[in-house]
């Protein structure tokens, strides 16, 4: 079963006319995500590879049902075309532009929550939810994402977009499909967290374990480990912290803008340990993931 959106989600795509848009646009109709309108003022009337471009959301939603917005649209122009798409009951969306103003964020995620929306981002490459949606950029072309992810019973959740990608593939090689396969985002605020997600995939009946993929810097994961040991998440967990040679380069910022590792605040040696005392599984290697995973779940 997916979490967040499924094969009869509706979408536009806020910024349809833009380059890396125009490229994901073709990308979602072969997949078969359900693509019904783009925006970008001032060019309505416009199509792209057939989908009809529009001036504004209202123009939209006022005549039929739109569930998620992607939204690819340049920093500074964030903040209104997710308001928007907020302010016209769009209940999810997908923030891919990375760099936008700290503010404008926190502007977006108190609105969205005000609203009852979700929102996934900023600097999110999207989500998938194999062989029925994507949402975004994640996984790239059709044909490659048809290899990499394959339907079952595994979640994803990842602070990198790529690592994504790369753990369905790991997970479909070993006979392991997913349910949903999520890419947070990268920024230092971002809309739906670790705490945020994991619910949803402990009340889904049909998601057995989750893998997280995690980098060094910030608390998601602590606050992850502490939200497991208060409410004695049943499911497993399998997690992977990636660059563990951080904490020996305090100060250092590395790829992703939230990766920055200061003292002992955010080291990959303290999200480990968190992660051990709530019960969380944590892969030595990227490879042992699949057998700690089928080691762990409930036979059903």
């Known amino acids: 079963m997916a979490i967040i959106a499924d094969k009869d989600t509706r979408m536009i795509i806020q910024g349809i006319t833009g380059r890396e848009a125009v490229t994901f646009t073709r990308d979602l109709l072969d997949y078969g995500s359900k693509v ?24 939209i939603t006022k005549n039929e049902r739109v569930d998620a917005s992607i939204i690819s649209v340049p920093p500074a122009f964030v903040r209104g075309a997710a308001f928007e798409a907020l302010d016209n009951g769009i209940k999810l969306l997908v923030i891919v532009t990375e760099r936008i103003p700290r503010r404008d964020v926190v502007d977006i995620i108190t609105h969205g929550h005000k609203l009852g929306s979700r929102i996934i981002g900023p600097n999110s490459l999207g989500l998938i939810c194999p062989h029925k949606t994507k949402l975004g950029m994640i996984g790239g072309r059709a044909e490659d994402v048809k290899r990499a992810y394959s339907p ?12 994504t990608t790369e753990i369905a593939n ?61 409410n004695k998440v049943a499911k497993p967990i399998v997690a992977f912290v990636a660059g563990r040679f951080a904490d020996s380069m305090s100060g250092v910022r590395f790829g992703h ?4 590792v200061e003292g002992n605040r955010g080291t990959t040696r303290g999200k480990v340990q968190a992660f051990l005392e709530a019960g969380i599984l ?19």
């Not at 019904?36 to 123009?59: A, F, L, N, S």
Request: glycine residues 16%; charged residues 15%; negative net charge.
């Open 257 to 260: 803008a939230a990766v920055m």
């Open 36 to 59: 019904v309108g783009g925006i970008t003022p001032g060019k309505g009337g416009w199509e792209v590879h057939g989908v009809p471009v529009y001036d504004c959301v209202r123009q």
């Open 152 to 163: 079952g019973n595994i979640g994803i959740i990842s602070r990198s977009g790529g690592m």
């Open 170 to 230: 790991l997970l479909t090689l070993n006979g392991l499909g997913q349910s949903t396969c999520i890419s947070v985002g990268g920024d230092p605020i971002i809309g739906s967290t670790f705490v945020d997600l994991i619910p949803l995939f402990q009340a889904d009946p049909e998601t057995h374990g989750v893998v997280i993929f995690c980098e060094p810097g910030g608390t998601a994961e602590e606050d992850l480990a502490e939200y497991v040991k208060a």
């Open 282 to 300: 944590v892969a030595e290697d990227f490879s042992a993931i699949p057998q700690l995973l089928t080691q762990n779940m409930p036979t059903h």
